[in-house]
């Protein structure tokens, strides 16, 4: 079973429009730590949040949001007001003491923002 | 300040031809890490230096070597290149000794390698 999980593959808005990308993660560990990268057509991976499990309050930077259930087990990032600059693939990832904490990547969702 | 720098950006490869990828870092961080990038994939980890003078190897460490030259340098090399390690490769580091996934890794631009 994979340990992190973006099932959206590719999602495409309108600028201005929110969007909401998903990461649903598995661990048995209760110390485990959450990552969200973005990969813009460039190439890079840029680092955008680290949240550890004891922290569930929820996250803002600009129109950056992250969302972090840990009863859903979930840990979603919200973008407000796309634009056009958004357009990336964003990575989920998590680290825990099960997998000696390396970090786990999800497959990634390829946003797209239409101008 | 560079950040995580690595070379070559591009290289092509025929197959059984070896190369070493550099990559350095100048943010004093102790932890640095090798991935590669697959397409539709995220990235699995090669081999990983928890500190000067240590190296461990993470999920799909065949086929390749490393060396932690020093605190700033961490290079991996294929010795005898395959069309399946056609990838990109990137190197990060993290500021924590450990090699552990606890702390934000930084990362390098990336090289983008073809094995014919």
């Known amino acids: 079973a994979q340990k992190v999980t973006q099932a959206q593959t590719e999602i495409s808005v309108v600028e201005k429009e929110d969007v909401t990308l998903d990461c649903v993660y598995e661990?048995?560990?209760?110390?485990?730590?959450l990552f969200w990268y973005k990969q813009p057509p460039s190439g890079e991976l840029v680092f955008l949040i680290r949240r550890n499990s004891f922290d569930e309050q929820n996250e803002i930077s600009g129109r950056y949001s992250w969302n972090f259930q840990k009863s859903t087990s979930s840990f979603n990032f919200t973008i407000t007001a796309s634009q056009v600059v958004d357009s990336a693939v964003y990575f989920c990832?998590?680290?825990?003491?099960?997998?000696?904490?390396?970090?786990?990547w999800g497959a990634g969702t390829k946003l797209i923002i239409k101008p | 300040n560079a950040g995580v720098t690595q070379t070559p950006k591009f290289q092509v490869l025929k197959t059984g031809q070896s190369m070493t990828l550099q990559c350095a870092q100048d943010m004093n961080h102790n932890s640095m890490y090798w991935y590669r990038q697959d397409p539709g994939m995220g990235l699995r980890l090669i081999y990983y230096s928890a500190s000067e003078g240590t190296t461990d190897k993470g999920e799909v460490p065949n086929g390749y070597n490393v060396s932690r030259l020093n605190k700033r340098e961490f290079s991996l090399r294929l010795e005898s290149a395959a069309p399946s390690q056609t990838s990109v490769y990137f190197c990060?580091?993290?500021?924590?000794?450990?090699?552990?996934?606890?702390?934000?890794?930084?990362f390098g631009p990336g090289t983008r390698l073809t094995v014919l």
């Open positions: 990060a580091s993290s500021a924590v000794a450990g090699g552990r996934g606890t702390d934000t890794q930084y």
């Open positions: 661990t048995r560990d209760t110390t485990y730590y």
């Open positions: 990832a998590l680290s825990e003491a099960e997998s000696n904490y390396q970090l786990i």
